[in-house]
Every structure is written in C-alpha cells, then in structure tokens.
C-alpha cells in the first residue's frame, strides 16, 4: 500500500518542462523605470545569458525526464533538482519587464 502512494505521488510530480512551454513569472516594471537606459540593456544582457545557461539545462532534464519515464515511470531527473521552472519563469518575468521598460523609455 504504502508502496503504491509513493508511486503515485512520483507519477503525480510530473516531468520537467521544456523552457519552450515555461511561463513568464509576473515582474513588476517599476523598478525597471528607474534606471537608465545603458543599465537596462547591461541588465538584460546579463538575464539573457542567465536565461541561456539555465534553458540549456533544463532542456536536459526533460529529455532524462522523458527517458525515465519510459523506462521506470518515474520523472527521477526533476526529483532530483534538476527542474528550474521557477527560476527559469522568474527570469523571463525579469526580460519581459527590462523590454517593457525599455520601450517606455525609448531606449533602443
């Protein structure tokens, strides 16, 4: 029985997302308005390439997701903190309010 619960809640998991399919986290630009223009694009340089290194892993992990779930039924790549969703989402938030506060300021 207790067995079967752990099992389930594994399947129950899930496999990590392909950085494709992650959602912008909502970011306030307001603090983006402060700044000025040669600091926001340094910034966004900098959120892009974060953005990159961590796409590109978790990209590994959903496909070592996808193979063990065909072999064990068990997302054992995302258990094992291989998932970042959440910091990949938050960095998307961050470019989407650097864009935004870039246009509102005309930066180019």
Do not use: F
């Amino acid at each position: 029985m207790k067995k079967s619960v752990i099992v389930l809640l594994l399947l129950l998991a899930g496999c990590a997302k392909p950085p494709g399919e992650i959602a912008a986290a909502a970011i306030a630009t307001d603090p983006y308005l402060q700044r000025n223009c040669d600091s926001l694009v340094a910034e966004r340089a900098d959120k892009r390439a974060a953005l990159e290194q961590l796409s590109e892993h978790q990209e590994e992990t959903a496909k070592r997701d996808a193979a063990w779930m065909a072999i064990v039924h068990v997302p054992v790549a995302s258990m094992s903190r291989g998932d970042k969703e959440a910091e990949i989402s938050r960095l998307k938030g961050h470019l989407r309010a650097i864009d935004e506060a870039m246009r509102a300021k005309g930066c180019s």
